[in-house]
Each structure stands twice: as structure tokens, then as C-alpha cells.
């Protein structure tokens, strides 16, 4: 039977997911990264995608047709011509080139994703002004060099990571301002997701014992695949992720980007995948709550009632989507001594904002929304899923599948169909 391995390198630590031709997991690990990391990322990432490879039965690995990783948005190094990183890696949350959009805006259309301040365009920029950059080769993403690692070919991405590179996913390619720049011979090739690269090298098939014709997919981002890993395949179908943050993610007829509100559209297919990303969430829930009061509050909450509090749940000014405004206050008074009082106020007011953000999507002219899958540790919540149908009037369910890997290892399968016509 042929097998499809998924790999998912996350913030925390990275996990593999195996599926049969029947899309049924059959094997899976994680593997969690230290705490604190300083120094050597891209050496840990490597030890820990080996070590997950290998941590994979013997007989299991030999059934493996079809590998592919999606790593985290706008997390990239730095190469020389061999692919060995030559700085430390610049991570999805780096602020370092805060003021380099600033020389970008002279270039870029004025919506563009790339004017973000943690933009993948802007981390290459900021290495362009340092004298290393005299030294590279290759800018990759997470994604991009972890494949590499296993299929041996520079310079190659996918369409998902690459948004955030200016790659323009409507046309299928660098649009002219960017192929004008001196970086641009730095950037990656960009493919469909799940396009087959390569076969994995002489070396890696011998060393863990994998099929010497076991192909290497173009990977995604992390949250990409964890869109696919839910089952949502039609558009109207979306996956609320309740992590965290918030984020939202429809699957549209019409791609929708709109700087002012925070949002932006993958490429997926023939379809967008259009929404934005909140930071509302469950990092304010763990902040007032543990999960065990979390879990017996909710058991408390009348969720057919309506809340009489209005907030606006933010640990520190400033929110995306679907406001954008970064000097936005949090909302989080009155607070009553009742703490399910309190608690049935937050998860209604979060709620209130995912409804808002579905709201913006179609008032923008995405396709209208029938059903909502959710991912996230809020996925299990009962009280405020059925808090959440209340505002959005649809149905909502559990993701099919919530692990990103999953949708990786989907990838994957699809990846070794395509190469087999």
C-alpha cells in the first residue's frame, strides 16, 4: 500500500503525519523544540525533521510514495550556494526591518502585502543592507529549505509561502517591479503546492530507507495546511481557527485584499482563500481562566442567552482584522465578580468579532458563508460553538482534521497522483 507523509514545522516544534491512499492517518509523532532557542535554528530544524523521518517505522518509511512540508508564513534564511544559511534565521514575528517598508512603498502597490513590516520581502531587504548579503545565493522560506534537505534542488518554493515575497498568485509570477530589483536574483521559483519536485537524494533514500523514487512535494504554509486538513472544500466553507488568536479563513469565489481591513487572499486552485487574523483569542481566555475553570465555567454558561457585556478581549492595544487598527484599545470592563458572568461575556464578545470579520469578507464581495469548520483548542468548547452559531447562522463543526501535517501529507498524495498522468 502507498504511503504519504506530511510534515508540519510549527513555532513550538514539529509533527508527521502518514496517510494511505484512503486519506486515513496511519502513523503519526511530534516532536517538541526546546524553549528557548538562541543560536543554530536551522541546525535544530534539521536534527528534528531527521529525527522525525527516522522515528518512523522501518517497514513504513519503505511504503513512503510522496513527502511534503509546510513550515510557518514569512519564517526565511538566508543561503549560500550550497544551501548552508549564513545568518540565523529571520522569524515570521521579527520586526527587525520595521522601518524598510518604508524604501518598499516607493515600489510596491499601495495594498500590498509585502509593505508589512514582518513581510518575507522585507526580511530580504534587511539582509540586502547587510554585508553577509554579499555572501548569498538563495533566500528561502521555512518550508523551501527543509524540502531541499531531503530532495537536494535550490531555489524553489510554492505559491502560499511566496504571497508575502510579492509573488503575484493571480498572474503566476513576480510582477515587474520586483523582477527590476537587484535582490531578484535571489528569489525562488515558485510552484503550485503539492507540485513534484524531485525524487528525495541518493543519500537521504539510504539513509532512512526510503523508496529511491519517493518524490518531494512543493510544500505550503502552516496555516494553509491546516485549512486543508479540515475537510472544507467548497466555496461558502470556511475554517475558524480558535487558538491563540483568531483567524478566519473563507474559501471564496472572488479574491478579496483589502489593506484597510486587514485582509488577504491565498491562491487555492481555481478558488481564494480569503480572511485575516484577529488577536483576540485564547491567549485572553488563559490569561483570566485556567483550562480546568475554563472547562467548568463554560459547563455553567447558558449559551442560548444572550451576554448583556460588550468587549473588545485584547491583552494590549492594537488589533488586524477585522479592525485594523493598531492603537485600538482592549475592551474588558465591566468585569462583574461572577466569573461565568465574566467568561460568558468573553466568548460571546470573540464571537461578535468572528461574526464581524465573516461579515467584512462578504461585504467586500467573497462568496457567501454556509459553513464554518473550527480548528484550535476552541474547537472543543460546545458552549461556544453553539454561542458562535448563534451569531453567525450556519452550522459549525470540528475540523475533520486538526493537525496541519494532515493537510501536508494531503499534499503529498495529490502531489504523486498528479505525477503519475
Not at 246 to 265: A, C, P
Not at 373 to 391: D, L, Q
Request: charge should be neutral; charged fraction near 20%; aromatic fraction near 10%.
Amino acid at each position: 500500500m502507498d504511503l504519504y507523509l506530511g510534515i508540519d514545522f510549527g513555532t513550538s516544534g514539529a509533527r508527521a503525519v502518514i496517510i494511505n491512499s484512503q486519506e486515513q492517518p496511519c502513523w503519526q509523532i511530534e516532536k517538541s523544540f526546546n524553549s528557548i532557542i538562541l543560536k543554530n535554528l536551522a541546525t535544530v530544524w534539521q536534527r528534528i525533521l531527521f529525527e522525525l523521518i527516522e522515528q518512523i517505522p522501518c517497514h513504513i518509511r519503505q511504503k513512503i510514495k510522496a513527502i511534503a512540508i509546510d513550515g510557518t508564513s514569512s519564517t526565511v534564511l538566508l543561503c549560500d550556494r550550497q544551501g548552508n544559511p549564513l545568518d540565523e534565521p529571520i522569524l515570521y514575528n521579527d520586526y527587525r526591518g520595521i522601518s524598510t517598508p518604508k524604501k518598499i512603498a516607493a515600489l510596491a502597490p499601495n495594498d500590498s502585502l509585502v509593505l508589512s513590516a514582518t513581510s518575507s520581502l522585507v526580511k530580504l531587504f534587511w539582509w540586502y543592507e547587510q554585508p553577509i548579503y554579499s555572501q548569498a545565493s538563495y533566500f528561502l522560506h521555512q518550508a523551501d529549505w527543509l524540502a531541499f534537505l531531503l530532495h537536494g534542488q535550490l531555489g524553489i518554493s510554492d505559491y502560499h509561502n511566496a504571497l508575502k515575497l510579492g509573488y503575484d498568485v493571480d498572474k503566476l509570477c513576480y510582477p515587474s517591479w520586483i523582477e527590476n530589483l537587484e535582490i531578484r536574483s535571489l528569489l525562488p521559483q515558485v510552484l503550485t503546492p503539492g507540485t513534484p519536485i524531485d525524487s528525495v537524494t541518493k543519500e537521504i533514500s539510504e539513509r532512512f530507507q526510503l523508496p529511491k523514487n519517493c518524490l518531494v512535494c512543493a510544500g505550503t504554509t502552516d496555516s494553509i495546511a491546516a485549512f486543508l486538513a479540515s475537510g472544507a472544500m467548497q466555496p461558502g466553507e470556511a475554517v475558524t481557527s480558535l487558538g491563540s488568536t483568531l483567524v478566519l479563513k473563507l474559501l471564496s469565489q472572488t479574491r478579496i485584499d483589502n489593506s484597510q481591513y486587514g485582509i488577504y487572499s491565498h491562491r487555492l486552485g481555481n478558488l481564494w482563500l480569503t480572511g485575516g487574523a484577529s488577536n483576540t483569542g485564547g491567549a485572553v481566555l488563559r490569561h483570566f481562566f485556567s483550562d480546568e475553570a475554563l472547562e467548568k465555567f463554560s459547563h455553567q454558561i447558558d449559551a442560548t442567552n444572550k451576554s448583556p457585556f460588550d468587549y473588545y478581549p485584547l491583552l494590549k492595544k492594537g488589533d488586524r482584522f477585522p479592525i485594523n487598527d493598531p492603537q485600538l484599545p482592549p475592551k474588558l470592563e465591566p468585569r462583574p465578580d461572577n466569573p461565568v458572568q465574566f467568561l460568558h461575556g468573553l466568548l460571546e464578545s470573540i464571537a461578535r468579532i468572528e461574526a464581524l470579520g465573516y461579515q467584512r469578507l462578504q461585504e467586500l464581495g467573497a462568496t457567501p458563508l454556509r459553513y464554518v469548520y473550527t480548528a484550535g483548542g476552541g474547537a472543543k468548547n460546545p458552549t461556544w460553538t453553539t454561542i458562535r452559531e448563534r451569531y453567525l447562522q450556519v452550522l459549525v463543526v470540528s475540523s475533520l482534521h486538526r493537525e496541519a501535517a494532515y493537510g501536508s501529507a494531503l499534499l503529498a498524495k495529490r502531489g504523486s497522483f498528479v505525477n503519475e498522468k
